[in-house]
């Protein structure tokens, strides 16, 4: 189908002097003054998933605010989207919540550390946290790792270690949450982060 | 295809719990509606008149006019259902607006019109032009519908406009609601009419039940509604860079989604706000918008037939 270009135009304080406003006998002026008064505000819709559970439901989040302008996009509002085939616009008590969530004052923002039996919780950077966890996973790799089992059948098994992923993933991190985790020879992983 | 072949049309099956209804055609009381509303808009609120109050005053007397045409017209020539099929096959709109060759009887529904309008009061230039168009031979009169059924404005009067589009959307509404929903398919462009291939005038997003937060887009000539998913630009299918816009301080009803990639607005209507808004009369009755989101650079994407920009097109 032919779509003409000739169908878009702007409509300009300029214009609407010849416009049919004017042009039937009605003095545009007051309109144009009005439109002096007015500024744009900027908002954002922004379809997401909801990070609870393995369900996926798809989700609208409302944002306040004008990036361009360097000020802080707000969130406002979150509710089901209702093209989501999930969800068709419903949401659980828990993702009805998620306004709450977002603006948490208790919200996790940065890695923190609790070491055993310690009751702090200890803030640490990404740098520390990604050592820590590799470290700690390469010595329980290499101390529990099964290449073969009774029979002599190569199995390369690490099944002291489990994984827990997220439920919102997309397809794409799934497949490479996968590819990492079997890779390591782990076999206890899950995408569910209801529980 | 052999149009013998008994094929389920789209409408046959029941539409299982769940499934978003794709179509809603024009309501039998669609102009009623708009001149109620276009009336109401123009009485301003608490704060005072509505700064173009006048003109909406006048087009709700046009809705009324189109309600009583629409109520009398007779019956028109309808596509045959092997042209249907065929329209359908090839994702083509059925009663397409500048295919669909338009029968005479169109130009009996303006002058019923007319009639109405002339009866009316009206300013001294819409009396002239209702006495002009009166007099206005049928052959000219095609040549206006067609210019303003292709969207080139520049060649249509911005005084005629508003009349000849309320005749031809009475036409189409009409045919329409003769052919009924399972005449239409979904088009390859979502974000064109299924039945005649114009473009929105805006978008509502529905409240309620089933509906609630679903967004449709309406007609800009026959009011048919269908449906498309939200934050996507209804012009190019984009599902980034999409923004919205709405007047500082305003409670948010009418918000402009506008998108970076073709540089496109169109108004969206959210009934959540306000549940009496209609398309064709709450888009004029916020014009101002349109003036800012044009002093953006931002072009519309889609018509008001009732209104002519004048002559600062892009």
Known sequence: ?195 | MNTETRVLEPGQIEAPAGQIPFLRLARPDVFKQRAERLLQLSLGDSQGGHSIGGYLALLATLAQAQQQALDHFPAAPLPTPEQQALCREHGMPVLGAQAWPRDPSWRGVLKTILQHMAAAPLTAPASAVVARLMQTGGTELESIASKLLAGDLSDVDAQDMPFVAAALQVYWVRMAAELGEHAFGKLEQGGLCPVCGSHPVAGIVRVGGMEQGLRYLCCSLCATEWHMVRIKCSNCESTHKINYYTLENSNGAVKAESCNDCNTYLKLLYLEKDSQMEAVADDLATLALDVLMGETGKVRGGLNLFFHPGSAQV
Not at chain 1, 51 to 63: R, T
Not at chain 1, 163 to 171: G, P, V
Request: glycine share 8%; net charge positive; aromatic share 8%.
């Open chain 1, 1 to 195: 189908m032919q779509v003409t270009r000739r169908q878009f135009f702007k409509i300009c304080a300029s214009g609407l002097g010849s416009s049919s406003l004017a042009m039937l006998g009605f003095a545009p002026g007051e309109a144009l003054a009005e439109t002096r008064n007015f500024k744009l505000a900027r908002t954002t819709e922004t379809r997401n998933t909801c990070p609870y559970c393995s369900v996926g439901c798809g989700i609208l989040i409302y944002g306040l605010g004008d990036k361009a302008k360097n000020v802080h996009t707000k969130v406002i509002h979150i509710e089901g989207d209702p093209d989501h085939p999930v969800n068709r616009g419903t949401l659980c008590p828990k993702g009805v919540g998620l306004l709450d969530f977002v603006q948490s004052p208790n919200r996790l923002k940065h890695p923190e550390y609790r070491a055993p039996g310690s009751k702090e919780w200890k803030r640490i950077s990404w740098d520390e946290a990604f050592t820590r966890i590799s470290k700690l996973m390469k010595e329980d790799r290499d101390k529990n790792f099964i290449d073969k089992n009774k029979d002599g059948v190569t199995v390369n098994r690490w099944v002291s270690t489990g994984f827990l992923a997220a439920s919102a993933s997309s397809n794409e991190s799934g497949y490479i949450t996968h590819k990492v985790v079997r890779s390591l020879g782990m076999l206890s992983f899950d995408n569910q982060a209801r529980v």
